[in-house]
């Protein structure tokens, strides 16, 4: 029997050592194929209600215009890409979910026992997390925000919206309050992986209502009202994660002491 060359031995370890990364960016591609056809499903049942949703989500602002007025498009091709935009957009948070269980499937599969039993109850909670924020913003800002922009004009302007800014607004209020939502998980994720203790965190609090206003500042319109309906869950949410952080923290094991769920 004859031996293979050296070089035969190196090409095929080498090709056993690849294997495993061709198979993870393989499904990794697999997965990111099911993420984009999950939106294009949900785009192709949203988009035929794409009007209807646009009309939907001006009620707020329509509501509060003078009798006789309405919102304008002042661009030729207003009238077709804003609802598609915003067609897009909602079917992308419908598909939300899909997405963030595909990835979890992904990554799953390297985490341990203890890393998988915190890891989804997060996920699942950061997903209704950011739909909250998204409805808090509709439901309880945009009144108020409207309420103001439309009483607080010169006497005798003419207030016309145009539907593409409006849209515009009304995204950006979307997505800064479903991230302001998201601040119990990262306060949990930051305690859990010992960044930080709930301790400290109490202790930094004049710092992070100081925080919280100038990130409601900067993410809402130049107004002090919506700067503090960004500003007050903000802080609030953060009190929450401080607490749900201490219990997550420690837990009790079965002879009845605490023991670190990081499993260290």
């Known amino acids: 029997m004859t031996s293979k060359p050296d070089g035969d031995h190196s090409q095929q370890s080498a090709a056993q050592s690849e294997m495993p990364l061709i198979e993870h960016l393989l499904e990794l591609r697999n997965r990111m194929l099911k993420m984009v056809l999950a939106v294009v499903i949900c785009f192709a ?13 001006s009620q707020p602002l329509r509501d509060l215009l003078p009798v006789g007025q309405t919102m304008i498009a002042t661009d030729v091709t207003s009238p077709f890409f804003a609802p598609l935009k915003l067609a897009l957009v909602l079917a992308v948070f419908a598909a939300i979910p899909i997405i963030l269980y595909q990835l979890w499937s992904f990554i799953a599969p390297g985490l341990y026992a203890h890393e998988k039993r915190l890891a989804f109850p997060l996920l699942f909670t950061s997903v209704i997390l950011f739909y909250l924020g998204a409805a808090f913003a509709y439901y309880v800002v945009f009144p108020l925000v409207f309420g103001f922009f ?4 010169p006497e005798g302007i003419v207030e016309l919206p145009d539907i593409s800014s409006y849209l515009n607004f009304v995204l950006k209020m979307f997505f800064a309050f479903g991230v302001a939502f998201e601040i119990p998980i990262a306060t949990i994720l930051l305690i859990l992986t010992g960044a930080t203790t709930p301790a400290d965190l109490a202790a930094k ?25 960004l500003a007050l869950p903000m802080w609030l949410l953060f009190e929450l994660g401080i607490v749900f952080g201490r219990l997550a923290q420690r837990k009790p094991d079965e002879s009845g002491q605490s023991t670190d769920v990081s499993g260290e």
Not at 45 to 52: G, Q, R, T
């Open 45 to 57: 049942v949203i988009y035929p209600f794409a009007n209807e949703l646009y009309l939907w989500l």
């Open 150 to 153: 439309t009483a607080i004009g």
């Open 205 to 229: 609090r004049p710092y992070i209502v100081v925080g919280c206003f100038i990130i409601g500042m900067l993410l809402t319109p130049p107004d002090v009202i919506s700067q503090t309906l």
